[in-house]
């Protein structure tokens, strides 16, 4: 990771739209978008596709996106954003769920593969695969056989519970996200979660 880092720019929460996936595990990255648009009072705006919520703070302005699109085609929302504002992909992070870590973990890098995960796949088949991502443990299902199934399945209260808490605590510190200040974050996060 270089040493000199920018400030987050756009914020990316992987999901499929429609109210029959809202409460499955694969929505983790659009339950961690929900926690950041509640808690600071964001005003959502409509594109063709895609919701993209401009949020003016201290440090500048980072834009938390929402694709309309479902899991594998997120790359072509997140690409129009980038190259719309010129972003650099150094300043752009991902929040999805992940199947390597336990409900209530939360882990955050830089580039890297998808680990099968459909969202990832298609943001790297349209952007390359060098930005952040936050990934939000949601478990692996005992059966390997089970695993397209699980992830669009809801957590049990426990799981969720563990889930919305790492969200929390990311969301406590997302500052120094917003700050460019990507190392103290993680640090921050993988010592909390």
């Given at each position: 990771?270089?040493?000199?880092?920018?400030?987050?720019?756009?914020?990316?929460?992987?999901?499929?739209?429609?109210?029959?996936?809202?409460?499955?595990?694969?929505?983790?990255?659009?339950?961690?978008?929900?926690?950041?648009?509640?808690r600071?009072?964001?005003?959502?705006?409509?594109?063709?596709?895609?919701?993209?919520?401009?949020?003016?703070?201290?440090?500048?302005?980072?834009?938390?996106?929402?694709?309309?699109?479902?899991?594998?085609?997120?790359?072509?929302?997140?690409?129009?954003?980038?190259?719309?504002?010129?972003?650099?992909?150094?300043?752009?992070?991902?929040?999805?769920?992940?199947?390597?870590?336990?409900?209530?973990?939360?882990?955050?890098?830089k580039?890297?593969g998808?680990?099968?995960?459909n969202?990832?796949?298609s943001?790297?088949?349209?952007?390359?695969?060098?930005?952040?991502?936050?990934?939000?443990?949601?478990?692996?299902?005992?059966?390997?056989?089970?695993?397209k199934?699980y992830?669009l399945?809801?957590?049990?209260?426990?799981e969720?519970?563990a889930?919305?808490?790492?969200?929390?605590?990311?969301?406590?510190?997302?500052?120094?996200?917003?700050?460019?200040?990507?190392?103290?974050?993680?640090?921050?996060?993988?010592?909390?979660?």
């Amino acid at each position: 990771m270089s040493k000199k880092q920018t400030n987050l720019k756009v914020l990316v929460g992987l999901g499929n739209p429609g109210i029959t996936y809202l409460h499955h595990r694969h929505n983790a990255g659009y339950w961690f978008l929900d926690e950041i648009i509640n808690r600071f009072g964001l005003t959502k705006k409509e594109r063709p596709g895609y919701f993209i919520y401009p949020w003016n703070h201290d440090f500048g302005k980072t834009y938390i996106v929402r694709s309309k699109a479902f899991m594998n085609e997120s790359g072509i929302a997140v690409s129009q954003v980038v190259n719309f504002y010129k972003v650099d992909q150094s300043s752009l992070c991902v929040v999805y769920d992940d199947m390597d870590y336990l409900p209530g973990v939360a882990r955050m890098k830089k580039s890297g593969g998808s680990g099968g995960h459909n969202g990832i796949k298609s943001i790297h088949a349209h952007l390359g695969k060098e930005f952040y991502r936050l990934r939000l443990g949601v478990g692996r299902p005992k059966d390997a056989g089970a695993v397209k199934r699980y992830v669009l399945t809801r957590p049990d209260a426990e799981e969720m519970h563990a889930i919305k808490q790492s969200i929390a605590v990311a969301v406590d510190h997302i500052e120094l996200l917003l700050e460019g200040r990507y190392d103290s974050f993680i640090e921050k996060i993988h010592t909390l979660t």
